[in-house]
């Protein structure tokens, strides 16, 4: 009866017919439940509305973009874009205006603490939307909830990530990376056949503390590997005083100088090592017995002609000269001066040495990524010999009290017990002792 009711309605009763049809339905059926089913009216459950991520992340070549919706939540309750910051260093969004109804943030790929993972087909930037409400005026109450959105980006490590031209002048990311991946030095103690790493840390003094440089260049070009300069501290800050310099003047050794036999071993074993010996000694005037040594070690292209800013001299006693490991004998006559440089400094530089020009110190695992590096070795540990008194000059005030009073105890010690043996003779002298004669029976 319902649906007889309803189709002419629906067809051409006009809004008279409806009226007229709810009027029946009432009298008929009793309520108006029946006469006016939910159906009839349309609501967003049937008429869906399409809506955007309230997080949106563009991934462009040097640069995130990251779109927020202040209505975050969607529940129609709007965030401030002043609760919302980006990355481990809080960046804060773009300036937006009240009617915006979206907030920006636009940084860098390695801005606001962002962190980046190598893996075997990309790189892969991480960083997180942070969404951290504060009460608003004089309120002590909030409305939203503290929020931490992920975002990440992969870029494909074996293509270019730009999908415009090349220019020429414009050095592609992932040859950087490949760059600083493979270019590791490290500075290690050696034996003195120099065919391994010194396990021990100790020497005697007069010793001589063998060193080798070195850089594994991987899949990169061929390279020479320089020490530019090293110094002696008692700690692993290479500025803490006193110290005592080593290498200076961009590859002089002049510890040599002094009564030590430190020198460059010549010729390399290969153009990416450099060994080198110094004299183990100590500061006279600090009781410990420790040191670090502490250099910056740099490469240039294998190809490339040694000169007075990459060079590697020492100074032989024999002759008073000053001679390189390699190249002209004329780069090592600045050592004397001490002053080491090439005019024109300011010419167009290699590509190498445009490259990142950083430096890293790393005194535990004595080994860092970078194009240059400052690294430490140490501690070095130096026992003194018992000839190398007299060499000294004399003995510590602290060793000196130890002997004193040791001696004293000594000669106190067998004046008592001399004293004691004499007593006990006197008294035997004084009181002879009677057995008691035995009785027959």
């Given at each position: 009866?319902?649906?007889?009711?309803?189709?002419?309605?629906?067809?051409?009763?006009?809004?008279?017919?409806?009226?007229?049809?709810?009027?029946?339905c009432?009298?008929l059926?009793?309520?108006?439940?029946?006469?006016?089913?939910?159906?009839?009216?349309?609501?967003?459950?049937y008429?869906?509305?399409?809506?955007?991520?309230?997080?949106?992340?563009?991934?462009?070549?040097?640069q995130?973009?990251?779109?927020?919706?202040?209505d975050?939540?969607?529940?129609?309750?709007?965030?401030?874009p002043?609760?919302?910051?980006?990355g481990?260093?809080?960046?804060?969004?773009?300036v937006?205006?009240?009617?915006?109804?979206?907030v920006?943030f636009?940084?860098?790929?390695?801005?606001?603490?962002?962190?980046?993972?190598?893996?075997?087909?990309?790189?892969?930037?991480?960083?997180?939307?942070?969404?951290?409400?504060?009460?608003?005026?004089?309120?002590?109450?909030?409305?939203?909830?503290?929020?931490?959105?992920?975002?990440?980006?992969h870029?494909?490590?074996?293509?270019?990530?730009?999908s415009?031209?090349i220019?020429?002048?414009?050095?592609?990311?992932?040859?950087t990376?490949?760059?600083?991946?493979?270019?590791?030095?490290?500075?290690?103690?050696?034996?003195?056949?120099?065919?391994?790493?010194?396990?021990?840390?100790?020497?005697?003094l007069?010793?001589?503390?063998?060193?080798?440089?070195?850089?594994?260049?991987?899949s990169?070009?061929?390279?020479?590997?320089f020490?530019?300069?090293?110094?002696?501290?008692?700690?692993?800050?290479?500025?803490?005083?006193?110290?005592?310099?080593?290498?200076?003047?961009?590859?002089?050794?002049?510890?040599?100088?002094?009564?030590?036999?430190?020198?460059?071993?010549?010729?390399?074993p290969?153009?990416?090592?450099?060994?080198?010996?110094?004299?183990?000694?100590?500061?006279?005037?600090?009781?410990?017995?420790?040191?670090?040594?502490?250099?910056?070690?740099?490469?240039?292209?294998?190809?490339?002609?040694?000169?007075?800013?990459?060079?590697?001299?020492?100074?032989?006693?024999?002759?008073?000269?000053?001679?390189?490991?390699?190249?002209?004998a004329?780069?090592?006559?600045c050592?004397?001066?001490?002053?080491?440089?090439?005019?024109?400094?300011?010419?167009r530089?290699?590509?190498?040495?445009?490259?990142?020009?950083?430096?890293?110190?790393?005194t535990r695992?004595r080994?860092h990524v970078?194009?240059?590096?400052?690294i430490?070795?140490?501690?070095?540990?130096f026992?003194?010999?018992a000839?190398?008194?007299?060499?000294?000059?004399?003995?510590?005030?602290?060793?000196?009290?130890?002997?004193?009073?040791?001696?004293?105890?000594?000669?106190?010690?067998?004046?008592?017990?001399?004293?004691?043996?004499?007593?006990?003779?006197?008294?035997?002298?004084?009181?002879?002792?009677?057995c008691?004669?035995?009785?027959?029976?």
């Open positions: 009866m319902v649906a007889a009711l309803w189709l002419p309605v629906g067809v051409t009763g006009g809004a008279m017919g409806l009226s007229y049809g709810i009027f029946i009432f009298l059926l009793g309520g108006m439940e029946l006469c006016c089913p939910q159906t009839i009216w349309p609501t967003e459950t008429y869906p509305l399409t809506s955007r991520p309230p997080v949106m992340v563009d991934c462009l070549e040097s995130l973009v990251v779109t927020v919706s202040k975050l939540f969607g529940t129609g309750k709007l965030i401030r002043a609760d919302l910051t980006l481990p260093e809080n960046c804060e969004p773009l937006s205006m009240d009617t915006d109804d979206v920006r636009e940084v860098g790929l390695h801005e606001c603490g962002s962190r980046v993972q190598v893996t075997d087909n990309a790189l892969v930037y991480s960083t997180f939307l942070i969404h951290s409400p504060r009460p608003a005026g004089n309120l002590s109450i909030l409305r939203t909830n503290r929020a931490e959105v992920p975002i990440e980006c870029y494909p490590r074996h293509s270019n990530v730009s415009q031209a220019l020429p002048t414009w050095v592609p990311f992932r040859t990376m490949l760059f600083e991946e493979k270019l590791v030095f490290s500075l290690r103690l050696m034996e003195e056949d120099w065919g391994s790493e010194k396990q021990s840390p100790t020497f005697q007069g010793d001589i503390a063998h060193l080798q440089a070195e850089v594994h260049t991987g990169h070009m061929p390279l020479r590997l020490v530019d300069h090293c110094v002696a501290t008692l700690t692993p800050d290479r500025n803490a005083f006193p110290h005592h310099k080593i290498v200076d003047f961009h590859g002089c050794l002049v510890d040599g100088l002094y009564n030590s036999s430190s020198a460059f071993k010549a010729p390399r290969r153009p990416e090592t450099l060994q080198f010996t110094v004299d183990v000694f100590h500061f006279a005037k600090d009781s410990r017995n420790t040191i670090y040594i502490t250099c910056h070690l740099k490469v240039t292209p294998a190809d490339r002609v040694p000169d007075q800013l990459n060079k590697a001299c020492s100074f032989i006693k024999s002759t008073k000269r000053w001679y390189p490991v390699e190249g002209s004329d780069i090592c006559r050592c004397n001066k001490g002053s080491c440089g090439l005019p024109g400094r300011s010419r530089l290699s590509h190498l040495e445009r490259g990142w020009r950083k430096s890293v110190s790393h695992n080994r970078t194009e240059e590096a400052e430490t070795v140490g501690p070095l540990i026992l003194g010999k000839s190398d008194h007299g060499i000294e000059g004399s003995t510590s005030p602290h060793t000196s009290v130890m002997l004193g009073l040791g001696l004293a105890t000594v000669v106190s010690l067998t004046l008592a017990t001399i004293v004691l043996v004499l007593a006990k003779r006197h008294r035997t002298a004084s009181h002879p002792v009677i008691p004669a035995s009785v027959s029976q």
